[in-house]
């Protein structure tokens, strides 16, 4: 941390939970590059379904292509404003063709070989749109851990799915099959955010 670094590291995920807000106003300070790779590294430790890890990140801080994202994201000025901007998606199609690497190699050439054609075979009577859907709500997890990853670093982001996703595919070149979790826009906050306003308990539960 540098003397004007207003970061706020919380002492536990229980109070990572309770400061994470959504901000859209940063701090005009670049991430070390280091802190990018370990929020990916982080997010990266999310569970995934047969632990098949289908997220993929681009970390955007060239200030051209975060202009181009803020134009197919409706202008929303976070994305600018933010020194970095996650794009969070899932490739399914990635998983299907690399399933090995999915595998432990401590497990043998042989397991590795069987256990990806196990996984392969699973999918395979899915059709491209239905085992990507299922493979985004990994990705979904995985966008939740990035944003407390980003608060247990002391910064702050701002979950985001207003953008036009086939704008934003064109524009990254993505192939069509990817569906996207979110762009997270994140940084040193420079604006404190809305209190939490949320359901009860009870409005959102059944104890039985
Ligand atoms: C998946 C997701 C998508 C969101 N998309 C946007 C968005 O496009 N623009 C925006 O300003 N806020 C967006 N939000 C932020 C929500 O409005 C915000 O999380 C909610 O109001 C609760 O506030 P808090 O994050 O400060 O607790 C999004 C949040 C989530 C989780």
Not at 146 to 174: H, I, N
Request: aromatic share 8%; no cysteine.
């Amino acid at each position: 941390m540098t003397s004007t670094d207003t970061r706020r590291i919380p002492a536990s995920v229980t109070e990572a939970i309770e400061i994470r807000r959504s901000i859209r106003k940063f701090v005009q300070q670049p991430i070390p590059e280091a802190d990018l790779r370990e929020l990916v590294r982080l997010a990266g430790l999310a569970p995934t379904a047969f632990n098949v890890q289908p997220t993929r990140f681009i970390v955007i801080t060239d200030p051209q292509m975060k202009a181009k994202l803020q134009e197919v994201s409706y202008n929303q000025a976070q994305v600018t404003s933010a020194p970095a901007v996650f794009v969070v998606y899932s490739d399914m199609e990635d998983v299907m063709t690399n399933a090995e690497e999915t595998i432990h190699p401590g497990m043998g050439a042989d397991q590795v070989a069987t256990r990806a054609a196990g996984l392969r075979a699973n999918f395979q009577n899915q059709d491209v749109a239905q085992r990507g859907q299922w493979a985004l709500a990994q990705a979904n997890i995985t966008f939740g851990f990035l944003m407390l990853a980003a608060t247990g670093l002391g910064y702050s982001s701002s979950p985001m799915l207003g953008f036009q996703p086939d704008k934003v595919r064109e524009l990254l070149g993505l192939p069509e099959h990817v569906q996207f979790a979110g762009i997270l826009p994140v940084g040193i906050a420079a604006e404190e955010g809305f209190p939490h306003h949320r359901h009860s308990v009870e409005r959102i539960t059944k104890f039985i």
